[in-house]
């Protein structure tokens, strides 16, 4: 089936620093989407990708669709304490079907 | 909140005892999905159920069931406990009309000793 492999697992930062986290998928995605899982919360979906090359933010949060369609990466500008949480990538192979969730990287964010 | 909501919140089991986990949408979407959460295992689908009626397999189902009972609830049944079904447990349908844009419940949190 489907793997996504998710990096870092967790990182360490100070507040005012940026985040960059990725992930690299086995095969061909035509859908990417980053979700954050806030503690003891269910995830909230922060962007959607559905193109190749795609750019796209969310505030300080951009995520891009990897020009190979295997890869996505995520960038979180000037972290703050509240981007605390599980950051989750997700893809899909075709329109419509299921997503293939990564293991998710843990933020944490210093004052 | 309007959107997704699950009950019960917590349980906890003994192992061979049964359960059902609710969840009920309001976004008048027509799929509806159940996922278990395991530390550092990200989210895995367990049932989905793409309409009214209908009912699949995800990745992980063995030992459950589901239902959905109409198009606004989709449940989780748990025949038998078994600690490795120790999660939390998170039931999902589109915010939007793409599938891939999903809205979560809160979360179950079921511990079977």
């Known amino acids: 089936g489907q793997q996504l492999n998710q990096s870092p697992q967790s990182m360490f930062i100070q507040e005012g620093e940026d985040v960059s986290m990725n992930c690299t998928s086995s095969s061909i995605f035509n859908t990417w989407l980053w979700y954050k899982q806030d503690p003891g919360e269910g995830p909230v979906l922060l962007i959607a990708?559905?193109?190749?090359?795609e750019l796209t933010s969310n505030g300080r949060l951009t995520a891009q669709f990897g020009t190979t369609r295997k890869d996505s990466f995520l960038n979180i500008s000037a972290s703050i304490p509240s981007d605390v949480g599980i950051y989750f990538c997700?893809?899909?192979?075709?329109?419509?079907?299921?997503?293939?969730f990564g293991e998710g990287t843990q933020l944490t964010v210093n004052p | 909140n309007a959107g997704v909501t699950q009950t019960p919140k917590f349980q906890v089991l003994k192992t061979g005892q049964s359960m059902t986990l609710q969840c009920a949408q309001d976004?008048?979407?027509?799929?509806m999905y159940w996922y278990r959460q395991d530390p550092g295992m990200g989210l895995r689908l367990i049932y989905y159920?793409?309409?009214?009626?209908?009912?699949d397999k995800g990745e992980v189902p063995n030992g459950y069931n589901v239902s959905r009972l109409n198009k606004r609830e989709f449940s989780l049944r748990l025949e038998s406990a078994a600690p490795s079904q120790t999660s939390v447990y998170f039931c999902?349908?589109?915010?939007?009309?793409?599938?891939?844009?999903?809205?979560f419940g809160e979360g179950s949190r079921l511990t079977v000793l």
């Open positions: 999902a349908s589109p915010l939007t009309g793409n599938t891939g844009e999903l809205f």
């Open positions: 159920s793409a309409s009214e009626g209908t009912t």
């Open positions: 976004m008048n979407h027509n799929s």
């Open positions: 997700a893809g899909s192979e075709t329109s419509g079907s299921r997503l293939t």
């Open positions: 990708l559905y193109k190749a090359g």
